[in-house]
């Protein structure tokens, strides 16, 4: 019963600090940034991550096992390693540390808040496990294959942000072209209007280029990081893969059954593999188009099986319930 009731109590604490954090994110990012509260937000995101890990210590001790046996338990791991991965933009790098903060930091709530919905109400309680979960191997291949889940969903975060930057740019450049040459058509002064519009460019060069000199920085930035998260990623999932391989071995008698959850991690490592091995070739928007991609195919290789209800991974799942 304190068990039970402290881990409400920490739930509700991170659910609602995380949440206080993103909207003063937003607010700050509306007023171009107030300096005062760069810290309290990092600070904000700090007491998000202990409540999350005292949520797991308590459930884990209540439990007597790794909480990491069913779609709710993995889902409040994928939030303490979304806060993770939140925090290293604050410790590492500190220009644009808000800009990569605000681009993660909803991760958080999102899937701690779809963990703490009712319609996973049924999990909430802690269970003893299955006897196919009872292995060491749990908390190696679980473990593994989540943190890769929220590294590479993070890393392709700011590539999908990158995108949006680099579109509303082209989009904004092609828009601008075409009214300046419906306006040298359409009237006969156009040399005046040329020579107004060249004193408005050279009286506001200052301003356009640091401007644009900021964005290009925030744009090299994303695509590095980017790159790093999900080097991270690929790392976590491919050690998950194989720990999972040898765990269905001792298991099952077979390191693969083409399982779709199986099936859905192989599509989901090839995909990253293609970014990591074409990365010197498509730097930029090229590469970010496909981690895009695998941003999609994360989430169906994540909730497909939970859907589904097939398979050897179908535990814990929607219809289970």
Known sequence: ???STLEHILTHISFSVVSIVIAIHLINL?????VGLHDSLGKGMIVTFFCITGLLVTRWIFSEHLPLSDLYES???LSWSFSIFNMIPSFTFKKHKNHLSTIIAPSVILTQGFATSGLLIKMHQSTILVPALQSHWLMMHVSMMVLGYAALLCGSLLSVALLVITFRKVIR???????FYFLNE???????????KRNNILRNTSFLSFRNSYRSQFIQQLDRWSHRIISLGFLFLTIGILSGAVWANEAWGSYWNWDPKETWAFITWTIFAIFLHTRKKLEGVNSSIVASMGFLIIWVCYFGINLLGIGLHSYGSFTSN
């Not at 359409?186 to 107004?196: H, R």
């Open 30 to 34: 509306s007023l171009n940034g107030i």
């Open 75 to 77: 889902l409040i791991f």
């Open 173 to 179: 450049i092609i828009g601008n072209s075409n009214n």
């Open 1 to 3: 019963m304190i068990f």
């Open 186 to 196: 359409s009237f006969s002064f156009a040399e005046i209007k040329y020579l107004n």
